[in-house]
């Protein structure tokens, strides 16, 4: 209704002017478009490994950016924003975009913007583009997926869509990176630009009120000020008064902000489709169902779906335990030759601090790497061949009754993975109840840092035996250590959904992407980033606790360990050699700082069939859980012989004050409970925090998993023992 | 002109009226009209614009969330049994 005379069109926003002289400061670009657009691909496809993910608990969590070489001597910064239908935010994901939008004095403001729209799918996709130019921004529209779209039949006239939207297209594939070339100039170039006119512009009705807020705020256009209207409650940028002026206006004006936005919504695409009519003509050249329709059927069948799900799981599950053993023996292997080497060699207490502390600690980051990347790996692939979509179609009546929808099992599954990203991905949960829900029972997920603690402690007290001559033994209990995990996830989710009141209706609609091949460059770069991550984050923590140990091991207070040492000599008399030598060893680390620690808690866990060494472990995993295995092969190497390289040998070796093996499967059955249970890393607690901005959540979460994982594992060892 | 507004006041909640929670597997209908306004936002921004075609492809295994695709099998949305009965199809 508008197409027509929208160019001639009061346009209270002038063109954008090219600065003449190229500018001291480099380009600062932001990538904008809907979910499964092909965003990610092409962000990659720009930066390459140039990538920074903000992490927690920085103030740039939410988004991605990279630089990216567009010319000689052009570099820009790439911001990678999150996948949204519109400007709009349904969820907390999408109010980055606009905090990063609406503010032009905001020091992170992009010179423009690159909006990638879907070939196959533009009226939708243009819905977000011209929302996104009339806030006044420069932009260029990379049109993305032309390969499928010409599959479909859809024939888009490139230069007529230039001319009616008034912005540079540059038709492309990210995928294959075809187009990425002449999409680099584009940007480098900064042809990026505003039309001459807006698509859309609020009603006669409005603008009063409108342009009362534009000139309060001194906002460079109608638009923005109307979405100050809109979004005024969400807007972090605005203070108190602001909020309550516009509150006061909204009021006073009777402005209705859902009718406003559908009203809007609907214009806009009337105006869309009168450009598409112009501009693209669809010959439809298959009659035949899409294939990805086809594999629907089979891939969310009401049998066959839920069993492709139990099989992608089983694989997981197989690669994480089975396939990741070689590299991981290797590396524990190669840990412990190399500080072998060295203590034959040298001597001296810098050595001991080298290989019993330094290595040691540093075996316990590396060994997970095999893990961790196969995990992220399988979880990437999930993502980008779009299965993941089905399965949240697949679970969220199971998930119903426990107050959980379909959207939280992508963060549950997550949480398997590592529970820091879970917790973040459950973003995309618009439901506040269902978030909270999600973010709460998160932790109780297996995550991988668990694995070290149950591998080695399973494979300490479980037989290695075939189970109906199809699974291993030790396969079926970590399985079921994983099943704990998760039905006391369930569980406690339920207990939430009784306790907590909704605060607003919970959505799941959600685009349904279509099934694609992954791209292999993307998977490797999540896994590499993932790697690093926890190698640079966690490691740091890691090595440093085990550094922290060991000089707490070795070092007692005053003349104590002196004292314990000579009252063992003392009662000896004739033993042998190498039993004195243990003996002494023993005395000297239990008159150790860490021991005289452990003893102080030895009363409290003794109920639970832990010792004050075990204690020592329990107390620096409350930093982080994958510090145990460091500490555990710390502390029993700290007076054992040195030739017992891995951890699994040296806990064998442990005796009770029986002169029976300490490791008894009852006892190592409670630890693992407990493990399955307990609240251990600071990240999640953070991370909760982070999220849910409220200290009620992480420490209701620390308590209620701490006391549960005390008293199963006093179920256990009192059942058992 | 806000349409969801006017069809929601004048098409009372009957059993006659079609919503897509309502097709058969495989059906087709033309959307009319959104029901629920918060609703309408989201279903407007993800294309479900009144006069679009709906088909229901699908349902899952426990018979709720649908599948929807929209348009001339242009994509496929999923969504809950109770969100799909706010879209208000044709007669």
Redesign the interface.
């Known amino acids: 209704m508008q197409a027509a005379d929208a160019l001639t069109a009061a346009a209270p926003v002038p063109a954008a002017t090219p600065a003449l002289a190229a500018p001291p400061r480099p380009l600062r670009i932001a990538l904008i478009g809907n979910p499964n657009s092909g965003k990610t691909s092409l962000f990659n496809q720009l930066t390459g490994l140039n990538q920074k993910v903000g992490n927690f608990p920085g103030v740039t969590v939410d988004r991605k950016s990279g630089w990216a070489q567009l010319a000689p001597g052009r570099r820009a910064e790439i911001v990678d924003l999150p996948g949204t239908y519109s400007l709009y935010p349904k969820s907390l994901d999408e109010h980055v975009i606009t905090d990063l939008l609406y503010d032009k004095a905001a020091p992170n403001y992009p010179d423009f913007v690159v909006v990638t729209v879907d070939a196959s799918n533009l009226r939708r996709s243009l819905l977000l583009f011209t929302q996104v130019v009339d806030l006044g921004l420069p932009a260029i529209l990379a049109l993305n997926m032309t390969d499928v779209a010409a599959r479909h039949g859809v024939n888009i006239d490139v230069p007529a869509l230039e001319q009616e939207l008034g912005v540079p297209v540059v038709p492309m594939n990210a995928r294959s990176g075809s187009g990425v070339a002449a999409l680099k100039i584009v940007m480098a170039e900064r042809l990026a630009t505003c039309p001459a006119g807006l698509f859309w512009w609020p009603d006669e009705a409005l603008l009063p009120l409108v342009r009362q807020v534009r000139y309060y705020f001194d906002l460079h256009n109608d638009y923005l000020a109307l979405h100050y209207l809109q979004q005024y409650r969400h807007i972090q940028f605005l203070t108190a008064d602001d909020r309550a002026h516009l509150q006061e206006l909204a009021t006073q004006y009777g402005f209705d902000a859902t009718a406003q936005q559908a009203q809007e919504t609907i214009a806009r695409y009337q105006r869309i489709n009168a450009v598409l009519l112009e501009t693209v003509t669809v010959t439809r050249t298959e009659t035949r169902e899409p294939v990805s329709n086809r594999l629907d059927r089979v891939l969310t069948h009401r049998v066959g779906g839920y069993l492709i799900f139990l099989a992608i799981l089983f694989l997981l599950f197989q690669a994480i335990f089975a396939w990741a053993q070689y590299p991981m023996d290797l590396i524990d292997q190669g840990i412990g030759a190399l500080s072998q080497a060295i203590q034959a060699r040298f001597a001296g207490p810098l050595v001991r601090l080298l290989t019993e502390g330094v290595l040691a600690g540093l075996g316990g980051v590396l060994i997970f790497i095999p893990q961790i990347a196969l995990l992220f790996g399988f979880l990437a692939v999930l993502e980008e061949t779009g299965y993941m979509a089905r399965v949240t179609f697949l679970m969220d009546k199971l998930m119903r009754p426990f107050g959980l929808s379909g959207k939280s099992v992508v963060p549950l599954i997550s949480g398997l993975a590592c529970a820091v990203p879970a917790i973040m991905g459950a973003r995309t949960i618009e439901s506040w109840k269902d978030r909270m829900i999600t973010i709460f029972v998160t932790p109780l997920m297996s995550c991988s840092a668990r694995i070290p603690v149950y591998t080695v402690l399973v494979a300490l007290v479980v037989p290695d035996a075939p189970v109906l001559s199809l699974f291993n033994l030790r396969g079926v209990v970590l399985m079921g250590l994983y099943l704990l995990g998760l039905f006391s996830a369930l569980g406690s989710a339920w207990v939430l959904k009784k306790v907590l009141k909704a605060r607003e209706r919970s959505y799941f609609i959600m685009e349904f992407p279509v099934y694609k091949w992954p791209r292999w460059k993307n998977v490797a770069l999540t896994i590499y980033q993932k790697v690093r991550a926890f190698v640079w984050s966690a490691g740091q923590v890691i090595v440093a606790i085990s550094v922290l140990l060991w000089g707490l091991a070795s070092y007692g207070p005053g003349t104590a360990q002196a004292q314990a040492e000579a009252r063992v000599r003392a009662a000896a008399g004739a033993a042998a050699p190498a039993v004195l030598a243990r003996n002494v060893a023993a005395a000297r680390l239990e008159a150790s700082y860490a021991g005289v620690f452990g003893r102080t808690i030895e009363p409290t866990i003794r109920p639970l069939g832990f010792d004050w060494k075990i204690g020592i472990a329990l107390l620096t995993s409350f930093a982080a859980r994958e510090v145990f295995v460091g500490t555990m092969s710390t502390i029993y190497s700290v007076g054992q012989d040195a030739d017992l390289g891995t951890v699994q040998a040296k806990l064998r070796a442990e005796r009770g004050p029986d002169g029976k093996p300490f490791f008894t499967p009852a006892r190592a059955l409670s630890l693992l409970v407990f493990y399955v249970f307990a609240m251990q890393c600071m990240s999640t607690l953070a991370v909760t925090y982070r999220e849910t901005k409220s200290w009620r959540w992480p420490l209701g979460q620390l308590m209620y998993m701490t006391g549960l994982a005390y008293a199963a594992a006093l179920l256990v060892w009192q059942v058992l023992k | 002109?806000?349409?969801?507004?006017r069809t929601a006041a004048a098409v009372p909640a009957t059993a006659s009226r079609r919503t897509a929670a309502g097709l058969c597997l495989g059906e087709t209908g033309t959307i009319c009209c959104?029901e629920d306004?918060?609703?309408?936002?989201?279903?407007?921004?993800?294309?479900c614009?009144?006069g679009v075609l709906v088909r229901l492809?699908?349902r899952?295994?426990?018979?709720?969330?649908l599948?929807l695709?929209l348009g001339?099998?242009?994509?496929?949305?999923?969504?809950?049994r109770s969100?799909a009965a706010t879209i208000t199809l044709k007669p």
């Open positions: 002109m806000s349409l969801f507004r959104l306004p918060t609703m309408a936002l989201k279903l407007l921004e993800m294309g614009v009144p492809s699908g899952a295994p426990l018979g709720d969330p599948m695709v001339d099998n242009e994509y496929t949305l999923s969504l809950r969100e």
